[in-house]
């Protein structure tokens, strides 16, 4: 088929409300992410119906148009922005938003792949159940888009990634067909699980139309303690003795530095500090939650930190007394990330390694970091109950922000090395989109990315989803642009 | 390859202790399994490591030998049973049986697959950490056919299938070259999660030779309850109310009905029963436990129980006051399917369904079996939680058994019809095998069924591994065996 006839088609298809051709609606929200560059879009599609999104891939299909995913477009690494060749059809799923079935016996939910994250959370709560995916992009970020990528966040501890929450899916296949594939069972052994194909799959297998999302009982109360911690080894004796003795009741365990917490002391004059930053090296943010009637979270914390203090695992602690004190140690947790801005542009890395590996991470990525780039601040936190570490860093103060910059491979490549040598991952929950494609190819072995690719083409024989994302076509030559 | 030449350097590979040709060694633990013609087979191999996993699979491929995988011989379906040809090797796991690796703050075991399930839960339990897997055949299944089939079992409410339980794996593919996944990893995007289309797929894909399992806190105190239930709706009821009450610390919620307590009362002199079993038409068996110190669960089950009591769902219940007790509530439980064969031969159906839809499964199938064969006793039990009915039938009791087993094609088909048009599965836990190859033809899409041919045609292309399982090879004709 023609393209232009196809594209004439696919407008039909999908309606007057369904579509534009207008970039400048679509910038920047659709064309940008941080760290690749800005895309360009054919034509921007919104189908209303799994009907409309199979018109639409069959359309793509016939006439060999590539296909762009995109949900929320909150991603990390450039997964939903298309190349700057003006060839592709951006797919957004956002106009379908409905929730489909909720059901409180079944502790399930039924969602279409556009529904913002935040909105499913509500639904759940409104039926007095849990939905406990949660991110800092959850008020824009779609299911669709969470599921493609596997997100992580902070819940993954108690309750999984993205995937372990999904219990089936509806997939429309790079052809068109529809894959129905939207059973609410917690057992099905029939054969291969399709589901976990397209799942972290990051929209180049096909598109995730509609998904069966696992429910969990509501928490009705929290218990939130701020600990200093003797050294970086103790958080981990602090995180499995709080496994033990909470009853597995522990749903956020998150490292912070020293550096984080005189970083927000020094930006946030709203932002009150348990301690002063100088009380130790290490903290870490632990919260229980529990659905349990008329428990007593607070006793069950202090017990735990009293273990802790006698075991000489952690220095100090504070638990939170009251709701307003709970917000306030989060907020140090969630001023993290924009207090590091004003000090500067920061290297990032989404590593993970084996829990007790990450004393190692730490040591040795601040060693031969420092060793490079001499004053360089190393700022890393995050999710130790996952091996999850953001691994940040601020430049020299002194050090102009060009010459910083051209750190950035050589700072690179030292922390994957060091996660590889580690047994880790060097894409924790981002992912691999557009900017990490490179370092796939390096950090799996040989036999694991074949066998990917020959899925991919297995697929989508044309590589027309979601192109130069994971695998780009080899028979592609994306200089030429 | 001649398959004579391969065959002697399999024999080399492996070395003495690790093969034999003799099958009276091998009859029956290797050759039989319930509703399957006995096997037969050229050689029994059992390598001592993956390298030599990889050196067999690499000859049997270069020679064109089928490859049967073996753990313990405990599936339902015949999935490890090679046909009666007598051309194929079946690869036993049991020499591979190390615990490679147990590390308490990562909550990780590391195992091979030849490892007895018992062995790696007692593993586990001499560091204080939980391997929740549990199943009838745990005193002799391995963990590497755990995987294989997915396995289910009494834990899977709280914490999942196999499935769940796996954070990596090692596998050797059809062409003898060795994947390994064996990552530790609780958050790792980087690419198609391959280790799902191992998990589950009866050894049609390769051999898991070895993963990574999660481990839990060690369950320090349990509290078990048995409950007369108004009916079977109630039994929703309650598991959504205890999950909530409890802190969704549920781990076993086993419904039993009036025909078992009275079959366990005719059987079973040694086993006292909680009520007559008059009492109601339908029990459930809850249990909840948790690792968390100086918890008082009995006093928790209590409150669950009288709140039950208050909203009308439950007639009746004892809470166990001691290890003795609560030993004897489960001796029932356990009892069911023992008691149940001195009722003469059983048509036994292994369903799932979504939670909510349970009642209707049950009434529904009860209705039209009863229709066309008057007298039978339906005797469905299983797990609520999971939406999995183990749903026996037991003959009428004047009717000849060979009468009787010519009803199993049509109860089967009713069965399984209502089980479809509920949204559920024909094969909850127990896998495909040979024996409901045709079932899956029928009962899943030609879309799923299609994607699936095309996976196992791309890492199998010549179906070697396990043939006739899941997807038999479509050039073969098993009618001229």
């Given at each position: 088929?023609?393209?232009?006839?196809?594209?004439?088609?696919?407008?039909?298809?999908?309606?007057?409300?369904?579509?534009?051709?207008?970039?400048?609606?679509?910038?920047?929200?659709?064309?940008?992410?941080?760290?690749?560059?800005?895309?360009?879009?054919?034509?921007?599609?919104?189908?209303?119906?799994?009907?409309?999104?199979?018109?639409?891939?069959?359309?793509?299909?016939?006439?060999?148009?590539?296909?762009?995913?995109?949900?929320?477009?909150?991603?990390?690494?450039?997964?939903?922005?298309?190349?700057?060749?003006?060839?592709?059809?951006?797919?957004?799923?956002?106009?379908?938003?409905?929730?489909?079935?909720?059901?409180?016996?079944?502790?399930?939910?039924?969602?279409?792949?556009?529904?913002?994250?935040?909105?499913?959370?509500?639904?759940?709560?409104?039926?007095?159940?849990?939905?406990?995916?949660?991110?800092?992009?959850?008020?824009?970020?779609?299911?669709?888009?969470?599921?493609?990528?596997?997100?992580?966040?902070?819940?993954?501890?108690?309750?999984?990634?993205?995937?372990?929450?999904?219990?089936?899916?509806?997939?429309?296949?790079?052809?068109?067909?529809?894959?129905?594939?939207?059973?609410?069972?917690?057992?099905?052994?029939?054969?291969?699980?399709?589901?976990?194909?397209?799942?972290?799959?990051?929209?180049?297998?096909?598109?995730?139309?509609?998904?069966?999302?696992?429910?969990?009982?509501?928490?009705?109360?929290?218990?939130?303690a701020?600990c200093a911690i003797v050294?970086?080894?103790s958080?981990?004796s602090l995180?499995a003795m709080a496994?033990e003795l909470s009853?597995?009741?522990?749903?956020?365990?998150?490292?912070?530095?020293?550096?984080?917490?005189?970083?927000?002391?020094?930006?946030?004059?709203?932002?009150?500090?348990?301690?002063?930053?100088?009380?130790?090296?290490?903290?870490?943010?632990?919260?229980?939650?529990?659905?349990?009637?008329?428990?007593?979270?607070?006793s069950l914390n202090e017990l735990i930190l009293g273990e802790a203090i006698d075991a000489g695992i952690i220095s100090n602690a504070?638990i939170?007394?009251?709701?307003?004190?709970?917000?306030?140690?989060?907020?140090?947790?969630?001023?993290?990330?924009?207090?590091?801005?004003?000090?500067?542009?920061?290297?990032?890395?989404?590593?993970?390694?084996?829990?007790?590996?990450?004393?190692?991470?730490?040591?040795?990525?601040?060693?031969?970091?420092?060793?490079?780039?001499?004053?360089?601040?190393?700022?890393?936190?995050?999710?130790?109950?996952?091996?999850?570490?953001?691994?940040?860093?601020?430049?020299?103060?002194?050090?102009?922000?060009?010459?910083?910059?051209?750190?950035?491979?050589?700072?690179?490549?030292?922390?994957?090395?060091?996660?590889?040598?580690?047994?880790?991952?060097?894409?924790?929950?981002?992912?691999?989109?557009?900017?990490?494609?490179?370092?796939?190819?390096?950090?799996?072995?040989?036999?694991?990315?074949?066998?990917?690719?020959?899925?991919?083409?297995?697929?989508?024989?044309?590589?027309?989803?979601?192109?130069?994302?994971?695998?780009?076509?080899?028979?592609?030559?994306?200089?030429?642009?």
């Amino acid at each position: 088929m023609q393209i232009d006839n196809a594209i004439h088609r696919i407008k039909a298809a999908v309606g007057a409300k369904g579509w534009s051709e207008n970039s400048t609606e679509l910038i920047p929200s659709m064309m940008y992410s941080v760290g690749c560059p800005p895309g360009e879009a054919k034509l921007f599609v919104s189908p209303l119906t799994t009907e409309e999104v199979s018109q639409v891939m069959a359309l793509c299909n016939q006439a060999n148009i590539p296909v762009v995913p995109q949900g929320g477009n909150t991603g990390m690494c450039g997964g939903a922005i298309p190349d700057p060749s003006k060839t592709s059809v951006i797919l957004s799923l956002r106009r379908m938003n409905n929730v489909r079935d909720l059901s409180t016996l079944d502790y399930t939910i039924t969602v279409e792949a556009g529904c913002i994250l935040q909105d499913i959370q509500g639904a759940a709560e409104q039926a007095n159940r849990f939905f406990p995916l949660s991110l800092g992009a959850e008020g824009s970020c779609q299911i669709g888009g969470n599921l493609a990528t596997n997100a992580g966040g902070i819940n993954v501890l108690r309750y999984g990634n993205t995937r372990d929450l999904a219990l089936g899916l509806e997939v429309v296949l790079p052809d068109g067909t529809v894959l129905n594939g939207l059973r609410r069972l917690k057992k099905d052994n029939t054969g291969y699980d399709l589901k976990h194909l397209f799942i972290g799959a990051e929209g180049t297998m096909g598109i995730i139309t509609a998904a069966v999302l696992k429910l969990f009982p509501y928490p009705q109360s929290r218990s939130t303690a701020f600990c200093a911690i003797v050294d970086l080894e103790s958080s981990l004796s602090l995180l499995a003795m709080a496994r033990e003795l909470s009853g597995d009741q522990i749903s956020s365990f998150e490292l912070i530095p020293r550096i984080a917490l005189e970083t927000v002391a020094k930006h946030r004059d709203d932002i009150q500090l348990p301690f002063s930053p100088g009380e130790a090296e290490w903290y870490v943010l632990m919260e229980i939650s529990t659905s349990r009637k008329n428990d007593d979270l607070g006793s069950l914390n202090e017990l735990i930190l009293g273990e802790a203090i006698d075991a000489g695992i952690i220095s100090n602690a504070v638990i939170a007394q009251s709701e307003k004190q709970k917000n306030g140690l989060w907020a140090i947790r969630e001023a993290l990330v924009e207090v590091q801005k004003e000090e500067g542009y920061s290297i990032k890395h989404d590593v993970s390694v084996p829990i007790n590996r990450i004393p190692e991470l730490i040591h040795l990525a601040c060693e031969r970091v420092l060793a490079i780039c001499p004053g360089i601040r190393p700022y890393p936190f995050g999710h130790v109950g996952d091996g999850n570490i953001h691994f940040n860093f601020s430049p020299p103060p002194t050090l102009p922000a060009k010459k910083f910059l051209e750190f950035i491979d050589q700072i690179n490549q030292i922390v994957y090395d060091i996660v590889d040598s580690l047994d880790g991952s060097f894409s924790a929950e981002h992912g691999i989109g557009q900017t990490k494609v490179a370092a796939l190819e390096t950090y799996r072995s040989a036999t694991e990315v074949a066998l990917m690719k020959n899925i991919k083409q297995l697929v989508d024989p044309r590589y027309l989803m979601n192109p130069g994302k994971l695998f780009p076509d080899p028979a592609f030559n994306s200089e030429a642009l």
